[in-house]
């Protein structure tokens, strides 16, 4: 068994605990994993990506075009990734931007960015899931509702349950109920 994910978004987003997450997660079924991040200027709404690999590998450097999945916080942020896709990796990524204010280049339009994504690529799974999120209570579970969305993939290589005991076991209690929520948000907008 072999899965590699890479993730990524912007600072803030929950990247990293969403990477910690399913690393715990994957080790708690039985499966190996490693993980690298990438933290750029995550303090300032900059660039963040994990790269996670579950199974038997020697490196956590996923190779270009050879990733199984690419779980994007962020739209612009897909478009980044996408070098380390193929057209039958899987792309679940986030539609809802976040507009830098370093910039005064115009935001690329979300639909354009779904249109050409669905024409390159044969796994296309766009989500709001800011709205998922802002919907189970807060914001701040934007990672949850992604990865409850994963979790519904049948090739995913991780269960929901394995992955709830994760969170649990890396978030406070006071917190539980709602990501929680954020899961099933997640999973159900994936599984209808």
Do not use: W
């Not at 933290?39 to 900059?46: A, D, L, N, V, W």
């Not at 996923?62 to 739209?75: G, K, Q, R, V």
């Not at 899987?90 to 339009?109: D, F, G, L």
């Amino acid at each position: 068994m072999s899965y590699s994910i890479y993730i990524c978004g912007v600072g803030g987003q929950g990247i990293i605990k969403t990477s910690v997450i399913i690393g715990e997660a994957a080790m708690n079924q039985g499966l190996n994993v490693v993980m690298s991040e990438i933290h750029g200027m995550s303090q300032r709404g900059g660039s963040v990506s994990t790269e996670l690999k579950i199974g038997d590998f020697n490196s956590s450097i996923i190779p270009d075009t050879t990733a199984d999945m690419l779980l994007s916080f962020e739209p612009v942020e897909t478009i980044r990734g996408l070098h380390k896709v193929n057209k039958d990796s899987k792309i679940v990524y986030n539609t809802h931007p976040i507009i830098p204010s370093s910039t005064n280049e115009a935001y690329p339009a979300v639909d354009s960015i779904t249109n050409a994504l669905k024409e390159n690529f044969t796994h296309v799974i766009p989500i709001d899931a800011t709205d998922l999120a802002l919907d189970a209570g807060n914001i701040l579970s934007l990672n949850m509702v992604l990865l409850g969305a994963v979790t519904a993939d049948d090739n995913f290589p991780l269960s929901k349950d394995s992955v709830i005991d994760a969170m649990k076991n890396n978030l406070h209690p006071k917190f539980h109920e709602l990501n929680l929520n954020a899961i099933e948000k997640g999973y159900n907008s994936i599984k209808g």
